[in-house]
C-alpha cells in the first residue's frame, strides 16, 4: 500500500504526482479537471492564471513554492478524520503549469518542523461594489466577499513577493482580510489593495492593518 513516505513531496516535484495525489481545497475542493474549469471561467481566476503562466515562461519555474498538505487518518472521541492530501496553498500556480505543460513544480511541505512561520497582516477596510465588476457569481448575487476572492485573493506584491489570502469575512459593513505578507511590506500591500479595487471600479477605504493579529492570543 502507497504511503506519502513513498512519495518525493518536497523541492521540485513532478508535476503528475502533485495532480494525482494531492485535492485542491480551492475553489471549493473538486478534481482537477473541474477546478481548471472554474478557473478559467471565472474572468478574475483567468486573469490571474493568465499572469502566473506569463511568469513561467519567462522565469521557467515560480520561485515560490506550492504548500503541499498531508493529514492522516485519525479517531478522536468517536470522531473519524479520514485521510487528507491536499494543496494548502498553491493552485493556480499548479493550473498555470499544467496548461504550460511543464514537468516540475517547486514544493514544500506545509506545517512541517522546523519551517519558519509565514508572516500574517490583517487587513481591514469598507468596500463598495455597487459599481464593480462582476464576480463569477455574477451581477446579482454576488456580495464583498465574492470580490475579494475573485479580485484579491492572490496578486504579485513585488519582484520577490506573491500575498495570498488565507481567510476573509465581513459585509457591506466592512470586510476584513487575512493575508501572509511580510511585515515590512505593508504599506506596499495597503497601495496594492487599493489599486486592485480602483482597477475593478470598487470604492475601498482601508482602516487598519495588523500585525500577526493571533500573536498575542498565543503568547
Known sequence: MLTVDDIDWEGEVPLSSVMFHWRPVYPH????EDTVRVLLECPGEH??????RGELRKNGRFNEPIYLSYSPREEDDGEVYEESWTVG???????ASYLEGVDTIHATR?????????EYLDLEMTLDISGASPTCEGDIESDELDFVMDYLRSFRLDDETWVECGTASGNSEGVSIFYY???EKRDALAAM???LCEEQHAKAVITSINIDPFKDEED
Do not use: S
Open 89 to 95: 496553498n498553491g493552485t493556480h500556480r499548479v493550473v
Open 110 to 118: 506545509l506545517n512541517d518542523d522546523g519551517k519558519p512561520e509565514p
Open 193 to 195: 489593495v487599493l489599486d
Open 47 to 52: 486573469a490571474l492564471v493568465e499572469i502566473l
Open 181 to 183: 505578507c511580510p511585515h
Open 29 to 32: 475542493g473538486g478534481d482537477w
